[in-house]
């Protein structure tokens, strides 16, 4: 059974950092690649990052400079160091894992609060 879980939100002033965490198991063959996306209140689901089980990144052009993501991949578990925050960064940010296999699968967890204030 695959589980995605994240960790590390909460409320931070603008300027301020967050350091989100994300871990994911159940997939024999591990998984790839592995990021994070951003839901805003009436808006749609956004990419943040994805990284690859190779280092591979993609940002948002929106948080370029900012953002890092990162990978463990013996731990199947990915970070993302969010800096300079901005308020417009405020959402429900979710972790994406696809299973690597013939058939990939997405699997989402249940999302994260980040809150920023101005």
């Known amino acids: 059974q695959v589980q995605v879980v994240e960790s590390g939100g909460g409320l931070v002033q603008a300027g301020g950092s967050l350091r989100l965490s994300c871990a994911a198991s159940g997939s024999f063959f591990g998984f790839n690649p592995m990021g994070w996306y951003r839901q805003a209140p009436g808006k749609q689901r956004e990419l943040v990052a994805t990284?690859?089980?190779?280092?591979?990144?993609n940002y948002a052009d929106s948080v370029k400079g900012r953002f890092t993501i990162s990978r463990d991949n013996t731990k199947n578990t990915i970070y993302l160091q969010m800096n300079n925050l901005k308020p417009e960064d405020t959402a429900v940010y979710y972790c994406?894992?696809?299973?690597?296999?013939?058939?990939?699968?997405?699997?989402w967890g249940q999302g994260t609060q980040v809150t920023v204030s101005s």
């Open positions: 990284i690859t089980t190779g280092g591979s990144t």
């Open positions: 994406n894992a696809r299973t690597r296999s013939n058939w990939p699968v997405d699997y």
